[in-house]
């Protein structure tokens, strides 16, 4: 199966444009979270960029010269901040779905879930 590449930028314009047609986009709330997520996204990929050049494992020397593997700081952060950025991503569908008109049927898909889940959004 071909690992479909999800272009970001288009993927966050699209949420602005469904919290637009809510009437979401003007909320502080909304503002606020969206670019805290924006935000825990680029640092996510600052740590990936590291892992990848540094390893996963760090070094630590202690006084009589012996070293001990460590998991590497970028790990830890990596972790917290994808736990945060999860976190965030809760309150960004909680503050939507509040504003949400309810003009979908049971049958029809979610527009919010279709972008957050990648569909409809090509490079």
Not at 41 to 55: D, P, S, V
Not at 61 to 72: D, F, I, M
Not at 76 to 95: F, H, P, R
């Amino acid at each position: 199966m071909a690992d479909k590449k999800i272009n970001l930028q288009k993927q966050a314009e699209e949420i602005i444009r469904i919290a637009e047609e809510s009437g979401a986009q003007s909320n502080f709330f909304f503002v606020t979270t969206f670019k805290r997520y924006q935000v825990q996204l680029n640092i996510l990929a600052e740590l990936e960029k590291t892992m990848k050049e540094e390893g996963m494992l760090v070094k630590k020397e202690y006084v009589k010269g012996r070293q001990n593997p460590y998991t590497s700081p970028a790990v830890t952060e990596y972790n917290k901040t994808t736990d945060s950025a999860n976190k965030t991503v809760a309150s960004l569908m909680k503050i939507l779905k509040a504003y949400k008109v309810d003009d979908t049927t049971d049958d029809e898909e979610d527009p919010l879930l279709r972008i957050l889940n990648g569909s409809d959004v090509s490079e």
